[in-house]
């Protein structure tokens, strides 16, 4: 045994996921589509809002869905219904998806289709307002979603979500005149936590705001696509 | 129970380190991490996942060394600093601001590795005699 030494590593304590994660992204942007992160509490509305945004957006971009979910397929079968592939991630324990599992997913959807097809990739997130905002997975943009049931100070409690996220959407709009809520105090704490995100109240239901939140994925992806591409072919990836 | 996947980012980090190291082994004594308040991190939580994650391997012992850095953000009206309260929707007390930019409490970092080295293993006998 000799004597005691110290190394400076200066490391991000999830490195390992971050390189897996950058790797994701440079597969992305090799096959210039735009990936979207959709994260939320259990029941906030990911799912409803991505059956109406992939039936909206279905005539103009080529599209594919990675869906995690800790146990069932269900969500999957929702959106598959639609007419856009889906490929679901069940992520057993884990409470929110890391870049390995999307990682794992994109071998699946290769197998069903050529990436380089697509324009936009979206990724459901497990519902959960804690972990995800963490672990990237290679997306280009976050979105947050916060139903207005859940009441306004969802943003104080859980702040790191929403001050991750690009664009913050407050859904089920149609909800308000049944709720002792004030929507302007559940945007006013969205913006003390995130003063530059995007903001779009949305209802899948009545569909009030979603040519907005549809304009906002449209720019986006513009974007993305027009930022010159890192690589001029995709890399092979990564063994799991 | 995010910490668990945390720990295993961080031994997989450890991992690549050691083998900077070969062929000696690294005796890691201690890791000092810096956690930052504003993250989703419970550092009591990472201590108790690292030691059950470790048990039996090369890093059994070492111990997680965590500094806890809090959240801190600059007032863009005044340029000020402030420590950002969750019960006044973290703006600035100066000017009313809301918290634009954070200047830390973010910090999920490894900073550095308390170590000793052991010799390499000696040539085995059997090799030395295939020598001869």
Redesign the interface.
């Known amino acids: 045994m000799h004597m005691p030494l110290e190394d400076t590593l200066g490391l991000n304590l999830l490195a390992a996921n971050q390189h897996q994660a950058e790797h994701n992204r440079d597969h992305f942007d090799a096959w210039r589509l735009l990936c979207l992160n959709v994260m939320s509490s259990p029941g906030a509305g990911k799912t409803s809002l991505l059956e109406r945004s992939l039936a909206a957006l279905a005539t103009e971009l080529q599209m594919a869905v990675l869906e995690g979910d800790m146990t069932t397929q269900l969500d999957a079968e929702r959106l598959e219904a639609v007419g856009v592939p889906v490929v679901p991630i069940t992520t057993g324990r884990a409470c929110h998806l890391d870049a390995a599992m999307v990682g794992g997913g994109l071998k699946l959807l290769r197998q069903r289709l050529d990436p380089a097809s697509l324009d936009l990739l979206w990724v459901e997130n497990v519902g959960n307002l804690v972990c995800p905002a963490e672990f990237e997975v290679g997306e280009h943009r976050k979105v947050a979603l916060l139903s207005v049931t859940e009441g306004d100070d969802k943003p104080l409690k859980y702040p790191v979500m929403f001050r991750e996220a690009h664009c913050v959407l407050i859904t089920k709009t149609d909800l308000l005149p049944y709720l002792p809520v004030d929507i302007e105090r559940i945007e006013a704490h969205i913006r003390a936590v995130n003063p530059r995100c995007a903001v779009i109240r949305v209802s899948a239901s009545s569909g009030e705001g979603l040519e907005t939140w549809h304009r906002w994925v449209r720019e986006q992806r513009v974007a993305v696509v027009t930022t010159p591409a890192t690589r001029e072919t995709a890399p092979a990836l990564m063994a799991a | ?2 910490e668990v ?2 720990t ?3 031994v ?2 450890m991992q690549e ?1 050691r083998q900077q190291h070969a062929p000696h082994t690294p ?1 890691v ?1 201690r890791l000092h ?1 810096q ?1 930052g308040t ?4 419970e550092p009591d939580q990472l201590v108790t996942t690292w030691q059950a994650a470790v048990r039996g391997s090369w890093l059994e012992g070492a111990e997680l060394a965590i500094e806890t850095v809090p959240l801190v953000g600059r007032c863009l009206a005044c340029n000020s600093t402030y420590r950002p309260d ?1 019960q006044q ?3 600035s007390p100066c000017c009313d601001h ?3 930019e ?1 200047v830390s409490g973010r910090e ?11 010799d390499p293993p000696s040539p085995t006998p059997f090799a030395t005699a295939a020598a001869v």
């Open positions: 129970m995010h996947d945390m295993k980012c961080l997989l980090s380190w005796q004594d991490l956690v504003f993250t989703c991190v969750p929707a973290y703006r809301p918290m634009e954070i999920l970092r490894i900073r550095s590795v308390d170590y000793r080295l052991l």
